[in-house]
C-alpha cells in the first residue's frame, strides 16, 4: 500500500534545510506521497528511509521494457484506477500476431506490414508496435526459423514469441535473444522450462493459465525462480472477463498494494471476425491490458484502437497545444491567404492538414489560447476580438503578409464586426464552419 505524506514524512531528517527545493520537510512528503519528487532530491535522508521509501513509491503495476532501441516498448507503472485521477502512464502495445503455419512469403508480409504501421496523428507517432510469433506448427526448427525472418523483415520492432513448448521456445530465444523479445506461453505444465529460460536471456516472462487464480500461482513460482519481470494472461474468453479480470487486477495493485499481481497484462484479442477482434480489442485498451494481441492490422482498424489509446493516454490536466506561430504552408506569398485559429493541438493539426490539401499556399495564424478549441476559447473570452486584434498587432510572423485580409473560423462569424472596428485597415473573411470546408474555400478564392 503507498504510503502517506505523513508516514512518509517520519523517515524524513526534519531539519526543514530546503536542500530538496521545498520549504519544509513536510512539503517534500506531500509531492513523494503524491509521486511528483523523488526521494533523491533529499540529500540527508537515511540509507534506511531511502530503502523503505524506494519500496512504497514503486509504481504499484511493475515497469519493464520488450525490445531494444527507438522502438522498444514500455508497459506498467501505472499508478490509477482511472484516467481523471492524474494520467495512465504507458500506453497498451499493440501486437499483431502471426502463426508460424504462413508461407515465408505471406510472414515477410505480415512482419513488413507491422514494420509500416506508423502514421502520425495530433503531432505524435503511433504505430502497430510489436509483432507476436505463435507457435503452431508442432516443428521447433520452423518455428525459430520464423522467428528469425519475422525479425529480420521488422528490425526494430518488438517481438513476442508466442509459444507454450518450451523447447521450441528456447530455439527462437537463443536467436532472437539480443532483441530481448517477451517469451509468452509459461503454463502450468512448463513453468520450471520457461522460467529458467527467461532466467537466462534476461527476458520478460509472459504467464498463462485458466483464470486469475492460476495465474497468481505461477508468477509466484516464476518469481521463485529468479523472474521478476513477468506478465500475466488469465485467458479471458470474453469481452465481459476482460473487464471483470483485469480490473480486478488493477484494482488490488493499486488500492490493496497487492504485489502478487502487481504486473502488467497481456490479452489475447485474436478473433475469426476483424470487426468482433476489433471491438474486443477495444476494449481491452480501454481497460486496462498493457498488450493487446490483434491478427489484423488494417489500416481503418489500426486507426480505431490508435485515437482509441491516444485519447486515453494522453495527459488530462496538460491540453495538447502547438506553439503560437504563423505556420507557412506550401511557401505562400505574401499576398497568400492568413487563417487565423486556437493552438489546440486537434484543431491545429485538423486545420493545418485541410490547407494542405487545399494545396493553395496559405498561412495559418495559430493563437495561443492555453490548447483550448476555437468555441471553447471563444466562450472562455480568450478567443476575442481585442486579443486576436492584439495578436495581430504585436505577435511575430506578419510582418511577411501584405494583403491585410484575415479569415476567420465560421464558428466565430460573430467576431467580424469587432475585428473590423480593432484591426483598422483590415478586412476580416469568414471562413468555413468545419475544418473540412476549407479545400473548397481556398480553392474558390484562388479560381
Ligand atoms: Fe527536509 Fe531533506 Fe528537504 Fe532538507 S532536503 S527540507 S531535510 S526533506
Given at each position: 500500500m503507498a504510503m502517506t505524506g505523513v508516514e512518509i514524512f517520519k523517515l524524513?531528517?526534519?531539519?526543514?534545510?530546503?536542500?530538496?527545493?521545498?520549504?519544509t520537510c513536510l512539503a517534500f512528503a506531500m509531492k513523494l506521497a503524491q509521486r511528483?519528487?523523488?526521494?533523491?532530491?533529499?540529500?540527508?535522508?537515511s540509507e534506511e528511509a531511502k530503502a523503505t521509501l524506494g519500496e512504497a513509491s514503486a509504481p504499484p503495476i511493475r515497469g519493464m521494457k520488450i525490445g531494444t532501441g527507438e522502438k522498444a516498448v514500455k508497459m506498467g507503472e501505472e499508478n490509477v484506477m482511472f484516467r481523471h485521477e492524474k494520467r495512465f502512464v504507458n500506453p497498451c502495445v499493440l501486437a499483431l500476431n502471426v502463426q508460424d503455419s504462413l508461407s515465408d512469403d505471406e510472414l515477410g508480409g505480415r512482419a513488413a506490414e507491422v514494420a509500416a504501421s506508423e502514421i502520425d496523428r495530433v503531432g505524435q507517432r503511433l504505430r502497430v508496435d510489436a509483432l507476436s510469433i505463435e507457435f503452431v506448427s508442432g516443428d521447433a526448427a520452423r518455428y525459430a526459423a520464423v522467428v528469425k525472418l519475422a525479425a529480420d523483415k521488422a528490425p526494430d520492432t518488438a517481438l513476442i514469441l508466442n509459444c507454450t513448448d518450451a523447447g521450441a521456445a528456447k530455439a527462437a530465444a537463443e536467436a532472437v535473444a539480443a532483441r530481448k523479445p517477451l517469451l509468452y506461453g509459461a503454463t502450468a505444465a512448463n513453468i520450471d522450462d520457461m522460467a529458467a529460460l527467461a532466467k537466462e536471456h534476461g527476458l520478460i516472462l509472459g504467464v498463462r493459465g485458466e483464470g486469475l487464480d492460476e495465474v497468481v500461482d505461477l508468477t509466484a513460482k516464476a518469481k521463485a525462480a529468479g523472474v521478476n519481470d513477468l506478465v500475466m494472461d488469465g485467458s479471458p474468453k470474453t469481452a465481459r472477463e476482460i473487464i471483470e479480470q483485469n480490473t480486478q487486477v488493477r484494482r488490488s495493485a493499486i488500492k490493496k498494494g497487492d504485489k502478487a499481481v502487481g504486473y502488467p497484462v497481456i490479452t489475447n484479442c485474436v478473433r475469426e471476425d476483424t470487426m468482433v477482434e476489433t471491438a474486443v480489442a477495444a476494449v481491452a485498451v480501454a481497460k486496462y491490458s498493457a498488450i493487446v494481441l490483434i491478427s489484423h492490422a488494417e489500416k481503418w482498424k489500426n486507426l480505431a484502437l490508435f485515437t482509441l489509446r491516444q485519447n486515453l493516454y494522453t495527459d488530462p490536466q496538460v491540453p495538447m497545444q502547438v506553439p503560437q506561430k504563423v505556420y507557412e504552408i506550401a511557401d505562400p506569398a505574401g499576398d497568400a491567404p492568413l487563417m487565423i485559429t486556437t493552438n489546440f493541438s486537434l484543431t491545429y493539426f485538423i486545420v493545418a492538414g485541410e490547407v494542405e490539401n487545399a494545396k493553395v499556399p496559405a498561412r495559418l495564424a495559430v493563437m495561443d489560447?492555453?490548447?483550448?478549441?476555437v468555441l471553447t476559447a471563444w466562450a472562455a473570452g480568450k478567443f476575442t476580438a481585442n486579443k486576436i486584434a492584439q495578436y495581430i498587432n504585436e505577435g511575430e510572423g506578419f510582418d511577411k503578409v501584405t494583403n491585410k485580409e484575415l479569415i476567420i473560423p465560421g464558428q466565430v462569424a460573430i467576431l467580424s464586426g469587432a475585428l473590423e472596428d480593432k484591426l483598422p485597415g483590415w478586412k476580416i473573411t469568414v471562413g468555413p464552419r468545419e475544418a473540412n470546408g476549407i479545400p473548397a474555400f481556398l480553392k474558390g478564392r484562388a479560381a
Open positions: 524524513l531528517p526534519k531539519t526543514n534545510c530546503k536542500k530538496c527545493g521545498f520549504p511528483q519528487a523523488d526521494i533523491s532530491a533529499c540529500p540527508d535522508v489560447c492555453e490548447g483550448l478549441s
